[in-house]
């Protein structure tokens, strides 16, 4: 069973930095592990992806604020936000894509809050 641990979440000032982290203890052929994040009355949203070769994509809204990376040896992929704003405020889900039985599956983490307030 896959388990996503994620960690790092918390309250921040606009203009602030934090990292989130997430651990992946799944053993399953990874395609691509994301970060996705969900405001309140909001749908859950796309973040961050981060493929199995390193291939990156980004919501526009955090392009050139938010960067994600991946550990292999600690199988842990992270997300670097910078200039946080307040509407950045959300619950932050890390998501792992894995082949199983030649089909797709996701899994996510528990989720992590961050909040952008003054």
């Known amino acids: 069973q896959v388990q996503l641990m994620e960690s790092g979440g918390g309250l921040v000032q606009p203009g602030g930095s934090l990292s989130l982290s997430c651990a992946d203890s799944g053993s399953e052929v990874l395609i691509a592990m994301g970060w996705y994040r969900q405001a309140p009355g909001k749908e859950r949203e796309l973040v961050a992806r981060?493929?199995?070769?390193?291939?990156?994509n980004y919501a526009a809204s955090v392009k050139g604020r938010f960067t994600i990376a991946r550990d292999n040896a600690k199988n842990t992929v992270y997300l670097l936000m910078k200039r946080l704003k307040p509407e950045d405020t959300a619950v932050y889900y890390c998501?792992?894509?894995?082949?199983?039985?030649?089909?797709?599956?996701?899994?996510w983490g528990q989720g992590t809050q961050v909040t952008v307030s003054s």
């Open positions: 981060i493929t199995s070769n390193g291939s990156t």
């Open positions: 998501n792992a894509e894995r082949l199983v039985a030649a089909e797709t599956l996701s899994y």
